[in-house]
């Protein structure tokens, strides 16, 4: 069966600085038409940090779209300041958790909504992290607690619903799978 929808129509509804948003009108495979609300993002990265000690580093930070505190890795969008997402890797654990890593792996890629929005994010392993030398300013605005944890505290979390955020179970459930 052929599933592709075609464009024949846009509106631009909304250009910010993180998201821009699309009204599509489609025409779908059996020749009607529908209308599409599209997200659109520039891409991101999310980080297993792993300490010397092997804890994970992650964030506790208020999050508006769900008006709660969360916990998550660090993680970030990749925007103009940034080459590539290894580069925006880098510029984030920076940041946001102040440290650097020597050894950067690419665990995996996935879209993070695709129901409205194309944000694809890319999944990475960062390890033998040393403190920066020089600190890069936090996003305006960006309150954040660090805290470690080790693999079974963090397994837990997500257990008890204290860990709801879907790329930090990701994260969680990769560091379970490198244990074995």
Not at 75 to 80: C, I, L, M, N
Not at 90 to 114: C, D, H, M, Q, W
Not at 145 to 160: F, Q, S, T, W
Request: with cysteine; net charge negative; hydrophobic share 40%.
């Amino acid at each position: 069966m052929n599933f592709v929808e075609h464009v024949i129509g846009s509106e631009k509804i909304y250009d910010g600085a993180i998201i821009n948003v699309e009204k599509q009108t489609v025409r779908l495979p059996n020749g009607e038409q529908a209308f599409r609300e599209v997200v659109h993002h520039s891409g991101a990265v999310g980080v297993l940090a792993l300490t010397h000690d092997n804890q994970m580093i992650l964030e506790k930070q208020w999050r508006a779209p769900i008006g709660k505190t969360t916990i998550e890795i660090p993680a970030g969008k990749v925007d103009s300041r940034d080459t590539n997402f290894h580069h925006a890797v880098i510029r984030e654990l920076n940041e946001e958790i102040r440290y650097v890593p020597r050894t950067v792996k690419r665990l995996a890629g996935f879209y993070s909504s695709v129901g409205f929005c194309d944000e694809y994010m890319q999944l990475y392993l960062a390890e033998d992290l040393q403190l920066v030398e020089d600190e890069l300013p936090r996003d305006k605005g960006e309150f954040l607690e660090i805290i470690k944890k080790p693999l079974p505290e963090a397994v837990e979390m997500v257990a008890n619903g204290e860990i709801e955020d879907a790329k930090t179970i990701m994260a969680i459930q990769y560091w379970q799978l490198m244990q074995k």
